[in-house]
């Protein structure tokens, strides 16, 4: 199986903010979701 393309998304979530000893953090989450697509036609999604 040889990877054919990859797709990288950077997405942001919505996350209410938390208190904590260190204050707020920020109202929203960042993530990363990576599509890679074989030759095959097999598609493969990943959160970082």
Same mark, same amino acid.
Do not use: C, F, Q, W
């Given at each position: 199986?040889?990877?054919?393309?990859?797709?990288?998304?950077?997405?942001?979530? /919505?996350?209410?903010? +938390? &208190?904590?000893?260190?204050? #707020?953090? /920020?109202?929203?989450? +960042? &993530?990363?979701?990576?599509? #890679?697509?074989?030759?095959?036609?097999?598609?493969?999604?990943?959160?970082?």
């Amino acid at each position: 199986m040889i990877i054919h393309g990859m797709n990288v998304h950077a997405i942001s979530i /919505a996350d209410p903010p +938390l &208190r904590s000893s260190y204050g #707020l953090h /920020a109202p929203y989450a +960042l &993530r990363t979701v990576l599509e #890679l697509k074989s030759e095959d036609g097999i598609v493969g999604i990943a959160e970082t």
